[in-house]
């Protein structure tokens, strides 16, 4: 069984930072695509940035230049750095994978996520 599990959310005023971690554990093979996706209350869940196994990444445009994903496939953990923070970046920021438990197939998973609060 694949676990998924965030960490690093909490409250921060606008302007500031907050870095996410998600860890991956259990049955791996290997971890295609990672990617983390937030919603906000009321919202659709929303797609914030993703990075392959390689490192290319790519990002909503409502966080370029601000977010950073990056990952440490020895870990079969990702990461989130946010600056910058805006009110409107409030949400519960979910974790997804594509995982490997074997060499032919794949199942997607996501975490429980992981609140994010920015005041103003």
């Known amino acids: 069984q694949v676990q998924l599990v965030e960490s690093g959310g909490g409250l921060v005023q606008a302007g500031g930072s907050l870095r996410l971690s998600c860890a991956a554990s259990?049955?791996?093979?290997?971890?295609?695509?990672m990617a983390w996706y937030r919603q906000a209350p009321g919202n659709e869940r929303e797609l914030v940035a993703t990075i392959t196994h390689s490192g290319t990444t790519n990002y909503a445009d409502s966080v370029k230049g601000r977010f950073t994903v990056s990952r440490d496939n020895a870990k079969n953990t990702v990461y989130l750095q946010m600056n910058s923070l805006k009110p409107e970046d409030t949400a519960v920021y979910y974790c997804n994978a594509e995982i490997y438990s074997n060499w032919y197939a794949s199942m997607n998973y996501w975490g429980e996520g992981t609140l994010v609060t920015v005041s103003s």
């Open positions: 259990g049955s791996i093979f290997r971890i295609d695509a």
